[in-house]
C-alpha cells in the first residue's frame, strides 16, 4: 500500500508541473511570438552571408571551369592557325615549283646555326638527291642562300646571314646592279654596295638577283629598298635592304639545280690564267 502510495504522489506532482507550464505558456504567448519573431530575424540576417558565400563557391568553381574551357580553345585555335600557316606556305611553294623554269628540288631545314657570324643551315637533301654544291636555295618568298657542301643525303647551306654570302643583284625595273651582302647586324638586314649615285633609288624598290656572276639565275627576290645612304668619297650609295625570307621561322624550301655555265666559267679562267 506504501508503494501505491509512493507513486500517487510523483503522479499527482508531475500534473502539477504540466499544469502550471501550461498556464505559464498561456500567460506569456506574447512573448514566446516575440522571441520567436526575434530568432527568425536573427537567422534571416545570417542566413544572408552565408547564401553570399556559397554563391562566391559556385562562381569560383565557374570560372575555373571557364578558364580550362579557355586555355583549350586557345590551344586548339593556336592548332588551327598553325595548320592554315602550313597549309599556305605548302600551297605557295607548289606554286613556285609549277612556274619556275629550273628544276627544284624540295628539301626541309633540318639544322640551323643562326647566331655566329658564320652562320649555316642544313637540309635534308644531297648528291643522291642531285644537289651539287654552288646550287641556290629559295623558298616562296626569296633567296635563302647556296649550297656549299654536299653528301649523299644532307648538304650543308651558306645562309645570306653569313659574312661570306655575296650574290649579285640588281634593283628591279632599273638599271642599277651591285653586290648584296651581310653587313653583321640585324637579322633580316642586308647591304647593296657599289650602285652609282647618279640612279635614283627610293626605299620601297625591290631588289633581286641579276643573273651576273654566273652563280645565280637571275629573277629571285631578295629583298626590299629601307633606306639609301651616299657613300664619303666616292661616287656610289649604299642600300640598306631588309629580306624577304625570314631564316629563323624557315622550315621548308628548295634547291634550284642551276648549274654555271662552262663557256663562262672557261672565260673567267682563262683571264686569270692572262692576268
Do not use: C
Given at each position: 500500500?506504501?508503494?501505491?502510495?509512493?507513486?500517487?504522489?510523483?503522479?499527482?506532482?508531475?500534473?502539477?508541473?504540466?499544469?502550471?507550464?501550461?498556464?505559464?505558456?498561456?500567460?506569456?504567448?506574447?512573448?514566446?511570438?516575440?522571441?520567436?519573431?526575434?530568432?527568425?530575424?536573427?537567422?534571416?540576417?545570417?542566413?544572408?552571408?552565408?547564401?553570399?558565400?556559397?554563391?562566391?563557391?559556385?562562381?569560383?568553381?565557374?570560372?575555373?571551369?571557364?578558364?580550362?574551357?579557355?586555355?583549350?580553345?586557345?590551344?586548339?585555335?593556336?592548332?588551327?592557325?598553325?595548320?592554315?600557316?602550313?597549309?599556305?606556305?605548302?600551297?605557295?611553294?607548289?606554286?613556285?615549283?609549277?612556274?619556275?623554269?629550273?628544276?627544284?628540288?624540295?628539301?626541309?631545314?633540318?639544322?640551323?646555326?643562326?647566331?655566329?657570324?658564320?652562320?649555316?643551315?642544313?637540309?635534308?637533301?644531297?648528291?643522291?638527291?642531285?644537289?651539287?654544291?654552288?646550287?641556290?636555295?629559295?623558298?616562296?618568298?626569296?633567296?635563302?642562300?647556296?649550297?656549299?657542301?654536299?653528301?649523299?643525303?644532307?648538304?650543308?647551306?651558306?645562309?645570306?646571314?653569313?659574312?661570306?654570302?655575296?650574290?649579285?643583284?640588281?634593283?628591279?625595273?632599273?638599271?642599277?646592279?651591285?653586290?648584296?651582302?651581310?653587313?653583321?647586324?640585324?637579322?633580316?638586314?642586308?647591304?647593296?654596295?657599289?650602285?652609282?649615285?647618279?640612279?635614283?633609288?627610293?626605299?620601297?624598290q625591290l631588289v633581286q638577283t641579276s643573273g651576273?656572276?654566273?652563280?645565280?639565275?637571275?629573277?629571285?627576290?631578295i629583298g626590299e629598298v629601307t633606306r639609301v645612304e651616299p657613300d664619303e668619297?666616292?661616287?656610289?650609295?649604299?642600300?640598306?635592304?631588309?629580306?624577304?625570307?625570314?631564316?629563323?621561322?624557315?622550315?621548308?624550301?628548295?634547291?634550284?639545280?642551276?648549274?654555271?655555265?662552262?663557256?663562262?666559267?672557261?672565260?673567267?679562267?682563262?683571264?686569270?690564267?692572262?692576268?
Amino acid at each position: 500500500m506504501r508503494q501505491i502510495a509512493d507513486v500517487k504522489d510523483y503522479i499527482i506532482t508531475a500534473f502539477i508541473l504540466l499544469l502550471a507550464i501550461s498556464m505559464m505558456v498561456s500567460r506569456h504567448d506574447g512573448g514566446l511570438q516575440n522571441l520567436r519573431k526575434i530568432s527568425v530575424a536573427t537567422l534571416s540576417y545570417l542566413e544572408q552571408p552565408l547564401s553570399n558565400i556559397r554563391v562566391y563557391r559556385q562562381a569560383v568553381s565557374t570560372n575555373s571551369y571557364l578558364h580550362r574551357q579557355n586555355i583549350l580553345l586557345q590551344d586548339e585555335l593556336s592548332r588551327l592557325r598553325s595548320v592554315e600557316q602550313q597549309n599556305r606556305i605548302l600551297r605557295s611553294l607548289l606554286n613556285l615549283q609549277q612556274e619556275s623554269n629550273f628544276p627544284l628540288v624540295p628539301v626541309k631545314i633540318v639544322a640551323k646555326d643562326l647566331i655566329s657570324m658564320n652562320s649555316s643551315m642544313t637540309v635534308n637533301a644531297g648528291l643522291s638527291d642531285g644537289v651539287e654544291p654552288g646550287m641556290p636555295v629559295i623558298n616562296s618568298d626569296g633567296l635563302v642562300g647556296q649550297i656549299i657542301i654536299s653528301q649523299n643525303n644532307f648538304s650543308q647551306v651558306l645562309p645570306y646571314s653569313n659574312s661570306m654570302f655575296r650574290v649579285s643583284a640588281q634593283i628591279q625595273d632599273s638599271r642599277a646592279y651591285g653586290i648584296v651582302s651581310w653587313p653583321d647586324r640585324g637579322a633580316r638586314e642586308l647591304v647593296m654596295l657599289y650602285v652609282p649615285e647618279t640612279i635614283p633609288v627610293e626605299p620601297g624598290q625591290l631588289v633581286q638577283t641579276s643573273g651576273f656572276g654566273n652563280q645565280y639565275p637571275a629573277g629571285i627576290p631578295i629583298g626590299e629598298v629601307t633606306r639609301v645612304e651616299p657613300d664619303e668619297g666616292i661616287q656610289t650609295q649604299t642600300i640598306y635592304l631588309e629580306a624577304f625570307t625570314d631564316l629563323y621561322t624557315i622550315a621548308e624550301g628548295f634547291v634550284v639545280q642551276f648549274n654555271p655555265d662552262t663557256t663562262i666559267t672557261n672565260l673567267n679562267a682563262e683571264q686569270q690564267e692572262l692576268f
